[in-house]
């Protein structure tokens, strides 16, 4: 039984700055949570008061069902991943990962099983007599993972590990790590700023912002059912397309009027909106080239500043009525730069949100 | 367990850690240093010396050990630690210099460049009181200077150094450049290397001569710790003891020309007079706080300091231009 | 057209190299050579041979009954090895304190030790022989080597070598592993900081062997005495009298270990040397 749990808890350093004003959070025994957001959003903060290395201004977090705001890191039965790695560099791989153990007096015969264990899982078995200077970066990085692990720990904390890395690197470890926590069983707390990290790796993810918890939820739901404006723009890349519009009524429904487009969207949510300014949330994929997507009241014919061919699909940068948009379409029905497309918009995937709150009006 | 709403809970906190690891530098700078100091400025206002076998004072006497001191040689003896100091610093920072633009100058290759370091630095880990006593040795009226100077006939009867104020002043300004010039080249060296490359280049193409390259390129950019080496030589100048005690046997002869302050000071120390010791520790104090500030400051530039010290960099300095 | 002119200049460079280095070997050079020649030899002329009276030297200087060297010797060791291991661990220990750790007086002890970063000790010499007679430390060798505990160039050479070399998330690793603070910096900070330790440990060690001025006031025992008060006594000792030999023999004995364990370690030495300086 090792959740997480924070219980209105606030971060002030000495010199007066909050940095997490009030924080409930709840994360689950054996779940795979990530906290991202951009930097400065307390993710990291969070973290390291979990882990101890931050004292808690405010508030109580407990760890399983122990008050834990008064326990220093060693009694905390967590273990931790730096971004650094912040591996001995005096020791030997062995050494660094038996260091924990040693210290709280586990039997030599143990610390020398566990170790192996370790190292065998993570493939270190030739290196555990070198010192961290003559590892790369990937080795690295594993003998950082090896040093938590050895210790059975019953929440594992990794912060922004793979930051060091190069990108194809990154994406080999992002798999080792989510098949270490399925091995493992425990617990696992993840800090990047990386939105394509949160979306592979975890069971549910924890957007924040202003050390301020925006949404916390699964990646589909997300994806799928952004709660505001900054998670809608976070997660999903390339980002999702803001376009200013105004609500009007159609029929018997609703339009959101931009250029000389009118999407039809009927939702009653917007009824109060009629004659207003809304932000329409499109994501690139939603438009479509495809000739059987075009129906009425869905369409806009916009010029290309700029396209990317990726392979099978292409990005297209576009300028639509004085507005920026990003779309993805199959590269066959791509147009190339400086010519104009007709596009049709997926009107049940619209999100749409309030001006001034910047919330979700509707999903 | 809803809500106990106590104010404030117990923290992990590692503050007490910072004070207890910087605890015993500070209690030992408190015993050997701040008390001893706040005493001896204390005393500096009271007569208080040992005549005989008895015991003067501690009686209050405000400022007159200040007045005693300057109506005694401490002029005289300022002066002399002034000479002795330049007489040493000026050749000390000249070939410093050159040596270090020379070492750096990557036109000039100079090769055994770490051999000549090593000498060169060697004598400033040498005992200075050894060094002095060699020099006597060796600069005495029969020694083996004296020697071969006569044997090779540019003499025609041994000088005696110790004898005349030039001659003593000279050997232990000869002493002290020895002694400092390597550790100021290594230094100069160092800050010449930390100048980017890229710089030099730039002013080859520009067409600067080495002798402009060093005026105008070298010599603003290292400014900072040719600074640091001045004041830090200031205050070695200012504690010049060693030397100049063990060459004259602490009588500073000929007539007290080479008496500096702080044999001053270690004579009243060791008369006992503590009044008077007292009252030039403090002078000395004052003089050197005065440097320890200026050495601060070139250690820890404030935020427009560094903003001034960027631009000067891509601006060359009126004195360079002059040079 | 330009290689004539770096030509000469290459020349002029050599010609002063070897000028220096010659002032800078050569007193040493007959340092070395007098004290293996007699009173006698040394008295009749300047010779650049040694001689033979290098072991009756030694042996007298060491047997002199006035001199007491071989104690001096043992004084200097003492003192300047406890005042280099003293030194160089606190020194780390307090640039540790006021790197890793956050606290209210962080700021201003560190402006502190900045302050009286060059500020020399001669300064406060009087009340220093007071306080340490009233502490009854007089005459011994404690005042020599517990005031190393403070030492702030040290300090500042341990800092600035912290900061580029130990980041803060290896404490904060070694804290999750269960190290308490003292082990944390004993286990993982001091093998850290090996190299400015050596390098420190060095200069603390040489500048306590060469030390006078304080040593002179503190020791007033003969059996207490480090060399540098030996080698004045020598001076003010009736000069001319005095075996030459012997004067030599002390000197090399003053000087030579510390010249044998620099050429060993210059390398490591004058690196460090130029580290101190490269600071803006």
């Known amino acids: 039984m090792a959740g997480i749990t924070f219980k209105h808890v606030e971060k002030t350093y000495g010199n007066g700055v909050t940095v997490v004003p009030d924080l409930n959070l709840e994360i689950k025994d054996k779940e795979f949570v990530v906290l991202v957001g951009p930097s400065g959003c307390g993710k990291s903060t969070t973290l390291r008061m979990i882990a101890g290395l931050e004292s808690i201004t405010k508030g109580e977090m407990y760890i399983g069902d122990t008050l834990m705001n008064a326990v220093p890191p060693k009694n905390r039965n967590i273990a931790m991943v730096f971004q650094s790695y912040a591996l001995y560099p005096h020791m030997s791989v062995y050494k660094n990962m038996a260091f924990a153990l040693e210290l709280a007096k586990t039997p030599k015969d143990e610390i020398d099983k566990k170790v192996h264990a370790a190292a065998e899982i993570l493939g270190l078995e030739p290196y555990l007599d070198r010192k961290p200077k003559a590892l790369s970066g990937g080795q690295r990085q594993r003998v950082a993972l090896g040093r938590a692990m050895v210790r059975n720990p019953e929440v594992f904390l990794l912060d922004e590990p793979l930051s060091n890395l190069d990108a194809k690197l990154r994406t080999e470890m992002r798999s080792q790590i989510s098949k270490l926590h399925k091995q493992l069983g425990t617990t696992f707390v993840y800090v990047t700023h990386d939105q394509t990290e949160a979306m592979t790796m975890g069971d549910r993810i924890c957007v924040m912002k202003d050390g301020m918890i925006q949404q916390f939820d699964t990646p589909q739901t997300l994806y799928d059912y952004p709660c505001n404006l900054f998670v809608a723009g976070f997660i999903g890349s390339p980002q999702m397309n803001f376009i200013n519009a105004r609500v009007e009524k159609a029929g018997d429904g609703y339009a959101l009027c931009f250029g000389e487009a009118k999407i039809r969207a009927n939702r009653t949510e917007l009824a109060p909106y009629v004659g207003k300014d809304v932000i329409c949330g499109v994501r690139p994929e939603d438009f479509h080239a495809e000739p059987q997507f075009m129906g009425d009241g869905n369409t806009i014919h916009a010029y290309i500043d700029l396209d990317e061919m990726m392979g099978s699909e292409s990005y297209l940068y576009l300028n639509y009525a004085d507005q920026k948009l990003v779309v993805r379409v199959p590269s066959r029905y791509a147009r190339k730069a400086d010519e104009f497309i007709k596009l049709a918009i997926d009107t049940e995937k619209l999100h749409i949100f309030d001006k001034d709150t910047e919330l979700a009006i509707c999903q | 367990m809803a809500k106990k709403s106590k104010p404030e809970i117990k923290q992990v906190s590692y503050a007490k850690w910072g004070y207890i690891f910087i605890a015993p530098f500070f209690i030992a700078f408190l015993i050997f240093q701040l008390i001893p100091l706040a005493q001896t400025i204390y005393y500096s206002f009271f007569e208080y010396y040992r005549s005989g076998l008895t015991i003067i004072g501690p009686n209050p006497v405000g400022f007159d050990n200040y007045k005693a001191l300057f109506d005694s040689d401490f002029l005289k003896y300022a002066g002399n630690t002034i000479i002795l100091w330049l007489a040493g610093f000026i050749p000390q920072i000249v070939i410093s210099l050159i040596l270090a633009a020379w070492f750096t100058d990557v036109r000039l290759k100079i090769r055994g460049k770490q051999f000549f370091k090593v000498v060169i630095y060697m004598p400033n880990l040498i005992m200075a009181s050894a060094f002095a006593m060699l020099f006597f040795a060796l600069f005495s009226e029969n020694g083996p200077v004296n020697a071969s100077l006569v044997s090779m006939g540019i003499l025609d009867k041994p000088f005696r150094f110790l004898a005349s104020v030039s001659g003593t002043r000279g050997l232990v300004a000869l002493m002290n450049f020895l002694m400092w010039f390597g550790n100021t080249t290594i230094l100069l060296m160092a800050a010449v290397m930390g100048i980017n490359p890229a710089l030099f280049e730039a002013a080859e193409l520009d067409g600067c001569s080495p002798r402009q390259t060093f005026f105008r390129i070298t010599l603003p950019m290292i400014r900072p710790i040719l600074v640091y080496v001045l004041i830090t030589s200031m205050i070695g100048g200012l504690q010049m003891f060693d030397v100049p005690q063990i060459l004259t046997n602490g009588k500073g002869s000929p007539d007290r020309t080479v008496t500096t302050l702080i044999m001053f000071l270690n004579n009243h120390l060791y008369s006992k007079n503590y009044g008077m010791a007292g009252a030039i520790s403090v002078i000395l104090f004052i003089i050197c706080a005065i440097l320890c500030l200026l050495v601060y400051f070139n250690l820890n530039p404030t935020e427009d300091d560094k903003k001034i010290r960027k631009r000067d960099r891509f601006k060359p300095r009126k004195e360079a231009l002059n040079g | ?280």
């Open chain 3, 1 to 280: 057209m330009d290689k004539k002119p770096s030509h000469v200049r290459t020349v002029i460079a050599y010609v002063v190299l070897i000028i220096l280095t010659f002032l800078c070997l050569f007193f040493f050079y007959i340092l070395v050579i007098n004290c293996t020649r007699s009173h006698q030899q040394i008295q009749a002329g300047f010779s650049f041979l040694p001689g033979k009276s290098f072991a009756q030297n030694f042996n007298n200087v060491i047997h002199d009954a006035k001199l007491p060297v071989l104690s001096g010797i043992k004084n200097s060791l003492i003192v300047s090895a406890c005042c280099a291991a003293l030194a160089t661990y606190f020194s780390a220990l307090t640039a540790y304190g006021l790197y890793a750790y956050d606290f209210k007086l962080k700021k201003p002890a560190f402006i502190f030790i900045m302050l009286i970063l060059v500020m020399p000790t001669q300064v406060s010499a009087m009340g220093f022989i007071n306080v340490i007679t009233k502490m009854g430390m007089i005459n011994t060798l404690y005042p020599l080597i517990l005031p190393s505990v403070a030492a702030p160039a040290v300090f500042y050479f341990m800092y600035s070598y912290m900061q580029s070399t130990l980041p803060l998330e290896l404490i904060e690793a070694a804290r999750i592993d269960g190290c308490n603070e003292f082990k944390t910096f004993n286990r993982i900070v001091l093998p850290i900081m090996k190299p400015a330790i050596a390098v420190q440990a060095i200069f603390a060690f040489v500048q306590n062997w060469n030390n006078y001025f304080i040593p002179a006031l503190v020791l007033q025992e003969n059996s207490k005495r480090t060399l540098p008060i030996l080698i004045a006594m020598l001076r003010s000792a009736d000069f001319l009298k005095f075996d030459m030999g012997k004067v030599y023999m002390l000197i090399t004995i003053a000087i030579v270990p510390i010249i044998i364990v620099y050429i060993a370690l210059s390398r490591y030495i004058v690196a460090g040397v130029a580290l101190g300086g490269v600071k803006e």
